[in-house]
Protein backbone atom coordinates (compact mmCIF):
# COMPACT_ATOMS: atom_id res chain seq x y z
CA UNK A 1 0.00 0.00 0.00
CA UNK A 2 1.18 3.47 -0.42
CA UNK A 3 2.40 5.26 2.32
CA UNK A 4 0.94 9.20 0.75
CA UNK A 5 -1.65 9.93 3.47
CA UNK A 6 0.74 8.87 6.32
CA UNK A 7 2.90 12.19 7.51
CA UNK A 8 6.34 12.49 6.67
CA UNK A 9 9.42 13.28 8.86
CA UNK A 10 12.66 14.59 8.61
CA UNK A 11 15.85 14.42 10.29
CA UNK A 12 19.76 15.23 9.99
CA UNK A 13 21.96 12.64 10.73
CA UNK A 14 25.88 13.03 10.53
CA UNK A 15 28.04 11.53 7.73
CA UNK A 16 29.24 8.09 9.67
CA UNK A 17 25.52 6.90 10.43
CA UNK A 18 24.07 7.86 7.17
CA UNK A 19 27.35 5.59 5.62
CA UNK A 20 26.05 2.96 8.12
CA UNK A 21 22.38 2.97 6.99
CA UNK A 22 22.89 3.54 2.98
CA UNK A 23 25.02 0.53 3.01
CA UNK A 24 22.74 -1.44 5.65
CA UNK A 25 19.92 -0.98 3.21
CA UNK A 26 21.86 -1.53 0.33
CA UNK A 27 22.54 -5.16 1.57
CA UNK A 28 19.01 -5.92 2.55
CA UNK A 29 17.44 -4.53 -0.68
CA UNK A 30 15.01 -1.99 0.38
CA UNK A 31 15.27 1.89 0.30
CA UNK A 32 16.48 4.20 2.93
CA UNK A 33 12.87 5.74 3.68
CA UNK A 34 11.44 2.12 4.65
CA UNK A 35 14.65 0.90 6.79
CA UNK A 36 13.69 4.37 8.96
CA UNK A 37 10.62 3.42 8.94
CA UNK A 38 11.09 0.01 10.31
CA UNK A 39 13.91 1.88 12.75
CA UNK A 40 11.43 3.84 14.33
CA UNK A 41 8.67 1.35 14.95
CA UNK A 42 11.15 -0.78 16.36
CA UNK A 43 12.28 2.45 18.88
CA UNK A 44 8.62 2.39 19.45
CA UNK A 45 8.03 -0.82 20.53
CA UNK A 46 10.98 -1.58 21.75
CA UNK A 47 11.69 1.66 24.31
CA UNK A 48 8.49 4.21 24.11
CA UNK A 49 6.12 0.95 24.70
CA UNK A 50 8.33 -0.43 27.15
CA UNK A 51 6.64 2.62 29.78
CA UNK A 52 3.04 1.07 29.07
CA UNK A 53 4.59 -2.78 30.02
CA UNK A 54 4.13 -4.26 34.02
CA UNK A 55 7.16 -6.30 33.04
CA UNK A 56 9.30 -4.84 30.66
CA UNK A 57 11.00 -6.59 27.95
CA UNK A 58 14.72 -7.78 28.56
CA UNK A 59 16.47 -9.52 25.76
CA UNK A 60 18.75 -12.46 26.77
CA UNK A 61 21.21 -14.25 23.98
CA UNK A 62 20.16 -17.89 23.22
CA UNK A 63 23.28 -19.16 25.27
CA UNK A 64 22.31 -17.58 28.24
CA UNK A 65 18.38 -18.67 27.56
CA UNK A 66 18.69 -21.95 27.22
CA UNK A 67 20.49 -22.56 30.32
CA UNK A 68 17.71 -20.90 32.16
CA UNK A 69 15.22 -22.56 30.70
CA UNK A 70 16.85 -25.99 31.49
CA UNK A 71 16.31 -24.78 35.16
CA UNK A 72 12.77 -23.75 35.15
CA UNK A 73 9.79 -26.59 35.37
CA UNK A 74 6.72 -26.64 33.41
CA UNK A 75 4.69 -24.34 35.70
CA UNK A 76 8.02 -21.42 35.60
CA UNK A 77 7.94 -21.75 31.59
CA UNK A 78 4.20 -20.74 31.66
CA UNK A 79 5.00 -17.92 33.70
CA UNK A 80 7.33 -16.96 31.03
CA UNK A 81 4.98 -17.70 27.96
CA UNK A 82 2.69 -15.34 29.74
CA UNK A 83 5.35 -12.91 29.39
CA UNK A 84 6.25 -13.52 26.13
CA UNK A 85 2.34 -13.11 24.70
CA UNK A 86 1.64 -9.77 27.16
CA UNK A 87 4.99 -8.41 24.83
CA UNK A 88 4.40 -9.83 22.15
CA UNK A 89 0.53 -8.07 22.72
CA UNK A 90 1.82 -4.86 23.22
CA UNK A 91 3.84 -4.55 19.78
CA UNK A 92 0.29 -5.01 18.20
CA UNK A 93 0.98 -1.67 15.87
CA UNK A 94 4.05 -3.10 14.29
CA UNK A 95 1.85 -6.37 12.83
CA UNK A 96 -0.46 -3.52 12.30
CA UNK A 97 1.69 -1.51 9.67
CA UNK A 98 3.19 -4.55 8.35
CA UNK A 99 -0.73 -5.60 7.51
CA UNK A 100 -1.33 -2.50 5.75
CA UNK A 101 2.09 -3.00 3.85
CA UNK A 102 1.76 -6.60 2.85
CA UNK A 103 -1.94 -6.72 1.56
CA UNK A 104 -3.05 -5.24 -1.57
CA UNK A 105 -5.45 -2.44 -1.51
CA UNK A 106 -8.27 -4.55 -2.06
CA UNK A 107 -7.64 -7.04 0.58
CA UNK A 108 -7.15 -4.30 3.20
CA UNK A 109 -10.86 -3.29 2.33
CA UNK A 110 -12.64 -6.28 2.32
CA UNK A 111 -10.66 -7.36 5.82
CA UNK A 112 -10.98 -4.27 7.68
CA UNK A 113 -13.40 -1.62 6.12
CA UNK A 114 -15.87 -3.51 4.57
CA UNK A 115 -16.03 -6.12 7.37
CA UNK A 116 -15.60 -3.77 10.47
CA UNK A 117 -17.09 -0.33 8.98
CA UNK A 118 -17.50 1.65 12.73
CA UNK A 119 -14.22 0.06 14.69
CA UNK A 120 -11.00 2.09 13.93
CA UNK A 121 -8.18 -0.33 12.65
CA UNK A 122 -6.21 0.31 15.94
CA UNK A 123 -8.54 -1.91 17.73
CA UNK A 124 -9.25 -4.63 15.56
CA UNK A 125 -8.08 -8.40 15.97
CA UNK A 126 -5.91 -8.98 13.35
CA UNK A 127 -6.80 -12.15 11.37
CA UNK A 128 -5.20 -15.33 12.82
CA UNK A 129 -3.98 -15.85 9.32
CA UNK A 130 -2.09 -12.39 9.31
CA UNK A 131 -0.97 -12.66 12.38
CA UNK A 132 1.00 -16.08 12.30
CA UNK A 133 2.37 -14.52 9.09
CA UNK A 134 3.64 -11.50 11.82
CA UNK A 135 4.74 -13.65 13.82
CA UNK A 136 6.83 -16.22 11.66
CA UNK A 137 8.85 -13.06 10.86
CA UNK A 138 9.10 -12.39 14.10
CA UNK A 139 10.86 -15.60 16.08
CA UNK A 140 12.51 -16.70 12.41
CA UNK A 141 13.86 -13.46 11.48
CA UNK A 142 17.76 -13.27 12.04
CA UNK A 143 16.72 -9.43 12.57
CA UNK A 144 14.48 -10.39 15.30
CA UNK A 145 13.86 -12.95 18.13
CA UNK A 146 15.75 -15.73 15.54
CA UNK A 147 14.13 -18.65 17.54
CA UNK A 148 13.26 -21.19 15.05
CA UNK A 149 15.18 -21.97 12.20
CA UNK A 150 11.97 -22.38 10.14
CA UNK A 151 8.01 -21.96 11.27
CA UNK A 152 4.95 -22.94 9.20
CA UNK A 153 1.20 -22.43 10.22
CA UNK A 154 -1.81 -24.16 7.96
CA UNK A 155 -5.05 -22.92 8.97
CA UNK A 156 -8.10 -25.33 7.20
CA UNK A 157 -11.67 -24.36 8.43
CA UNK A 158 -11.47 -25.07 12.33
CA UNK A 159 -8.81 -26.36 12.56
CA UNK A 160 -4.63 -25.44 12.63
CA UNK A 161 -1.53 -26.64 12.38
CA UNK A 162 1.88 -24.68 13.55
CA UNK A 163 4.64 -26.55 12.70
CA UNK A 164 9.07 -25.30 13.86
CA UNK A 165 11.97 -26.63 14.01
CA UNK A 166 14.68 -25.38 16.31
CA UNK A 167 18.15 -26.43 17.55
CA UNK A 168 17.99 -25.10 21.24
CA UNK A 169 16.14 -28.02 23.23
CA UNK A 170 13.35 -29.97 24.66
CA UNK A 171 12.48 -27.51 27.15
CA UNK A 172 12.31 -24.62 24.71
CA UNK A 173 9.82 -26.74 22.83
CA UNK A 174 7.88 -26.89 25.79
CA UNK A 175 7.91 -23.41 26.30
CA UNK A 176 7.19 -22.75 22.48
CA UNK A 177 3.90 -25.15 23.38
CA UNK A 178 2.60 -22.95 26.28
CA UNK A 179 3.53 -19.29 24.35
CA UNK A 180 1.60 -20.46 21.15
CA UNK A 181 -1.58 -21.78 23.32
CA UNK A 182 -1.53 -18.01 24.52
CA UNK A 183 -2.25 -16.77 21.15
CA UNK A 184 -4.12 -19.48 19.44
CA UNK A 185 -6.42 -19.25 23.08
CA UNK A 186 -6.08 -15.45 22.19
CA UNK A 187 -7.84 -16.28 18.50
CA UNK A 188 -10.26 -19.27 20.69
CA UNK A 189 -8.22 -22.49 19.07
CA UNK A 190 -7.72 -25.24 21.88
CA UNK A 191 -4.76 -27.84 21.88
CA UNK A 192 -5.73 -31.29 20.91
CA UNK A 193 -2.99 -32.39 19.49
CA UNK A 194 1.06 -32.14 20.30
CA UNK A 195 4.63 -33.39 19.30
CA UNK A 196 7.04 -32.16 21.15
CA UNK A 197 11.04 -33.01 20.17
CA UNK A 198 14.20 -31.71 20.90
CA UNK A 199 14.64 -29.68 17.99
CA UNK A 200 10.72 -29.66 16.67
CA UNK A 201 7.69 -28.58 17.61
CA UNK A 202 4.00 -29.82 16.06
CA UNK A 203 0.79 -28.50 17.35
CA UNK A 204 -2.64 -28.82 16.33
CA UNK A 205 -5.58 -26.83 17.42
CA UNK A 206 -9.34 -26.90 17.35
CA UNK A 207 -11.45 -23.65 16.44
CA UNK A 208 -13.70 -23.50 20.25
Request: proline share 1%; with cysteine.
Amino acid sequence: MSYKNNNAIGSRVNDILLERLTEYAKKENINLSKLIREALLYYDIFVIQQEKLEIPIFILGKNEYTAIIDHLNDEALKQVAEICFQNTMTSMDYHIDYIKNTMTSIDYHRTYIQDNKNTKIENLKIPLRIFLKALKEKITSIKRQNWFEDFAARIEKNRALLAGRHNINVRFSIFIKFYLMKIMNFYEYELIEEDLQEQKVILTFQKR
